[in-house]
């Protein structure tokens, strides 16, 4: 055996070496498309960006250089400016791109910065508003640098990233993506070979591997997951200085990590950020059927399964969580009332389907908790008709108990779908003549 | 690797609250736990199991240990998988959810250098049906047999084992590698004990959308496995920008981003069509898929 797992560990460093063309192909659209992060925010499981100016005030506690510059909450902020004119003015917002739409201004002197900070404040940057902006020491850079450290689930290993092509042109230069995996314990040597294999030379060697070292020590001190430099400003005499940078913070370690938690928790419109909470998370879609599962697989099928029905699910809820230290599998009770409650508020649900598999409850326990759900909510409005999926330790108690208030339950998810596309056509037919004899009525 | 002949297993966590609710059901399989950890609850009894504050008291009174099941909190999973490494412990499963990236790095690094199996994090375990269940597999989805089921989720593996099983195909082994970003073992890996253990004669490999794990395994099936694999992967009619649940998927799309092939559904049935595997549209498509492929496997051996 033991020499079974030695034989596996060296296919998976040979893969290792193989699959790292993946990995460019993710550089692209992590530039590309940063609006997609704000997406994620799903299940309990958040990816969390510091703000520029945060970004950067960690870089500047690591020793990574960055201009002089001071944080304005309000324009009038401008009049106590403590750093020389001309400035930069950028709005601090998640989206990428913001200099195109005027996020980024220039000014020479305190007026014009005060107008340029009102123009920005009321600048929507794809509907959101900055709270903050930064301003900032001009700066004339003479080339610019692409650096991030990250990590990769294939390799299982953090990559060093980096180009001489940086700024704007990353995407263009793709092909003059460097990269290195520290498959090791770090060394500075690692933050070297990245800076060799970017063709830098002479002095830029020593400066820019400096540069790359403390990105990745800050990546592992605070927990992150991405630590980014774009652009890094090289200067006519080689100096360097980060002008943007982008830092991802990680949920689950966010407990361990509580000056991040507070920064994360400054951050308008930011999720809860506390690690893995145990709150029940509803992601809306445009149909008819509410959905509530458990786990993420079993909901990603239940979903595929109504649309191959040509049903539209109207939303969805997965409980989920089982293996969560702050909530324990014995409140799923609680979780599935949530999930319900979450359901029944969005309008034009006309079924609901629940499908429940593993975990520690009965069915029998699953059964009293729909059944207390409905009770409760009868007095509150009405619930659209449910369909049950359950399978396990008492199945035919917990089909009994629910059958007593015309609530099916079946074994198979197929046999639950089916029924609830059934219920959807009726409702649809009852709609449509219901509809029809109103326009009798009108005629 | 014969989980199967498993005699000694040890539950780090059992005074948790997680361990407290599988431990019961690990039991009754029946697992031989022969050891529980979780420091301050030692000389205690937990289910009839002797709880130690220390692997290594454990070890000095139960011996050697051939795998240990990790409930503890996510912030104590890599020292406490460090403590079962240097107990000399070699296969380790780790339940908890939410384990820090940078500390499965550190623990993968010392598992190498040891040539420790890892499975999880946030994993439902393992199980070889009718013999043993190291995590969190409900029983009655399962009944013996001869088909290796490996997958990225819980509980869509109980459902495609429940309809294996209902079709009278009885599994092997059944395995979740687990759903946070960084994984102790690969798909890869676990294609690869299956192909080399005697009584699995078909492969179930159940993936979902997210990351590239699929068109890895697809690659590596092409290239190493003889076995008959069938897949099924979850997630094909999920909006764009709205991965589910497991932290894997979700970090994996966040850095491919919106619109890139790698990580779709499609690129992953794709890439396992390319490799002559076949892919089944539901999950009560597999039995008939499985049962194709062991004809196939009939025939040509006959």
């Not at chain 1, 055996?1 to 290792?16: C, D, N, P, S, V």
């Not at chain 1, 930011?270 to 909901?299: F, H, K, M």
Request: a negative charge.
């Amino acid at each position: 055996m033991q020499l079974l797992l030695h034989l596996q560990f060296q296919i998976l460093g040979t893969l290792k070496k193989v699959l790292f063309n993946f990995l460019l192909t993710k550089i692209v659209t992590l530039l590309k498309f940063p609006e997609s992060l704000s997406l994620f925010a799903l299940f309990g499981l958040k990816l969390m960006d510091l703000l520029e100016y945060q970004a950067k005030e960690l870089f500047r506690q690591m020793g990574i250089p960055v201009l002089p510059s001071q944080r304005i909450d309000r324009p009038t902020d401008l009049k106590g400016l403590r750093i020389p004119f001309p400035i930069v003015l950028k709005s601090q917002v998640y989206i990428g791109a913001r200099g195109k739409v005027g996020g980024i201004r220039f000014a020479e002197n305190t007026i014009d910065a005060i107008a340029a900070a009102q123009a920005i404040f009321h600048l929507p940057i794809l509907g959101k508003y900055p709270k903050v902006l930064l301003a900032e020491a001009k700066y004339n850079p003479d080339r610019e640098f692409y650096l991030a450290v990250t990590l990769d689930s294939a390799t299982r290993c953090p990559v060093l990233l980096g180009s001489q092509y940086g700024g704007i042109e990353v995407e263009a230069h793709l092909q003059h993506m460097r990269q290195v995996i520290v498959d090791q314990e770090f060394s500075p040597f690692y933050a070297r070979r990245l800076a060799l294999k970017m063709g830098l030379q002479g002095k830029l060697i020593a400066s820019v591997s400096a540069v790359i070292e403390k990105m990745y020590r800050l990546l592992v001190d605070r927990d992150l997951d991405l630590v980014e430099i774009n652009p890094l400003a090289v200067s006519a005499n080689e100096e360097l200085m980060a002008l943007d940078g982008k830092v991802t913070v990680n949920d689950a370690a966010l407990g361990r990590q509580p000056s991040l938690a507070a920064l994360v928790a400054a951050i308008p419109n930011q999720p809860n950020p506390n690690p893995i909470a145990c709150g029940v998370n509803i992601v809306e879609l445009e149909g008819d059927i509410g959905v509530l599962c458990s786990g993420a697989g079993l909901t990603m099928a239940t979903l595929d399964l109504l649309q191959k029905a040509k049903g539209k699910p109207a939303n969805f809820v997965d409980l989920g969580g089982d293996y969560r230290h702050c909530c324990p599998p014995n409140v799923l009770q609680e979780r599935l009332k949530q999930g319900l409650d979450l359901i029944t508020q969005t309008k034009g649900v006309k079924v609901i389907v629940i499908n429940i598999l593993g975990g520690v409850a009965s069915c029998l326990q699953v059964a009293e908790a729909i059944a207390a759900f409905l009770k409760w909510q009868a007095v509150n409005r009405q619930v659209p008709p449910l369909v049950v999926r359950l399978v396990g330790d008492q199945f035919h108690a917990a089909r009994n108990l629910l059958a007593a208030i015309d609530v099916p339950v079946f074994e198979s998810t197929d046999e639950a779908i089916a029924h609830t596309m059934a219920l959807v056509t009726e409702n649809a037919n009852v709609t449509g003549k219901r509809s029809a004899s109103l326009m009798l009525a009108s005629a | 690797m014969n989980f199967a002949c498993y005699q000694k297993i040890l539950v780090y966590g059992i005074a948790e609250p997680l361990g407290a609710l599988y431990v019961p059901k690990m039991v009754a399989y029946p697992t031989p736990i022969v050891a529980g950890v979780s420091p301050g609850y030692g000389g205690q009894t937990i289910e009839g199991i002797p709880v130690f504050d220390l692997i290594e008291q454990a070890v000095e009174v139960v011996g050697a240990i051939d795998a240990a099941v990790f409930f503890v909190p996510p912030y104590e999973v890599l020292d406490a998988a460090l403590e079962a490494i240097a107990a000399e412990i070699r296969q380790l499963i780790i339940v908890t959810e939410g384990v820090p990236p940078l500390d499965m790095v550190k623990l993968l690094r010392e598992a190498e250098t040891t040539e420790t199996l890892i499975v999880g994090p946030n994993s439902p375990g393992i199980i070889v049906p009718g013999q043993i269940l190291l995590g969190t597999h409900p029983a009655y989805c399962y009944q013996p047999g001869s088909v290796g089921l490996i997958s990225r989720s819980g509980t869509l593996t109980y459902e495609v084992a429940l309809e294996l099983t209902r079709a009278g195909i009885g599994q092997s082994i059944a395995v979740g590698i687990g759903g946070d970003q960084i994984l102790g073992s690969s798909l890869q890996q676990w294609l690869q004990i299956l192909e080399e253990d005697d009584r699995t004669e078909a492969i179930v490999l159940i993936g979902e959308i997210g990351g590239e794990s699929e068109e890895m395994a697809a690659r590596y099936i092409s290239e190493a496995i003889d076995k008959p694999v069938v897949a099924y992967i979850a997630g094909s009619t999920l909006p764009k920008g709205q991965p589910v649940g497991h932290a894997g998927a979700v970090i994996a799309a966040k850095i491919a981003g919106l619109g890139v092939e790698i990580g779709t559904a499609e690129s992953k049935r794709l890439a396992f069509e390319q490799a002559g595997i076949p892919v089944a549209d539901r999950p009560s498509k597999v039995p008939k898929l499985v049962q194709q492929a062991l004809e196939r496997l009939g025939r040509d051996r006959g």
